[in-house]
């Protein structure tokens, strides 16, 4: 009867760790199929012909840095940059949508790592149909709501 017991006891226990496990599986694969779909979407906004590649010159403080906007009104869309300084303790770099004469509309904050490239995936912005020009400053970390640091990059679609 002991031994039922303990074969009992470590079936539990054993019972125990396999949930957990699928439990991790489960949420390992929700993570995976999320990411999954917003490569397809990524993927399908590249595919899209009203799709713009912008190119983002060096300015100010950051003259031989180089970046590329992939843009789309209705699905968002993708910096890469490359060759900006290492970010200050409690900064970040912001990107910035403008349209004509209306004020910056702050688009994400991102980070750089040690060759100073980073990136940044944009989800559409609210109330932008189109964007003249994308710009990247440094400023608090967290972003502004207005832009209020040096600009890093530039560039006109």
């Known amino acids: 009867m002991a031994a039922g017991v303990v074969a009992a006891a470590l ?15 489960d949420r390992e694969a929700t993570a995976l199929k999320r990411e999954l779909e917003g490569q397809q979407a990524f993927v399908g ?4 012909p009203t799709t713009r590649v912008v190119a983002l010159a060096g300015a ?9 906007m992939m843009w789309h009104a209705g699905a968002g869309g993708l910096l890469a940059a490359t060759g900006l300084p290492a970010i200050p303790p409690g900064k970040a770099y ?4 403008i349209t004509g004469k209306n ?16 990136s940044l995936r944009v989800p ?12 990247v400053t440094l400023e608090p970390a967290g972003g502004r ?4 640091g040096p600009m890093y990059l530039a560039g006109k679609s």
């Open 124 to 135: 559409p912005l609210a109330g932008v149909s189109r964007v003249d020009v994308f710009v």
């Open 103 to 118: 004020p910056p509309v702050p688009a994400g904050t991102f980070t750089v790592d040690a060759r100073g490239t980073g």
């Open 145 to 148: 709501p207005a832009p209020s």
């Open 60 to 68: 100010g403080p950051s003259p031989g840095a180089r970046g590329r």
């Open 45 to 48: 906004m590249l595919r899209d």
């Open 94 to 97: 912001q990107l910035w949508a």
């Open 11 to 25: 079936g539990w226990v054993a019972s125990r760790g396999y949930e957990q496990r699928l439990l991790a599986l």
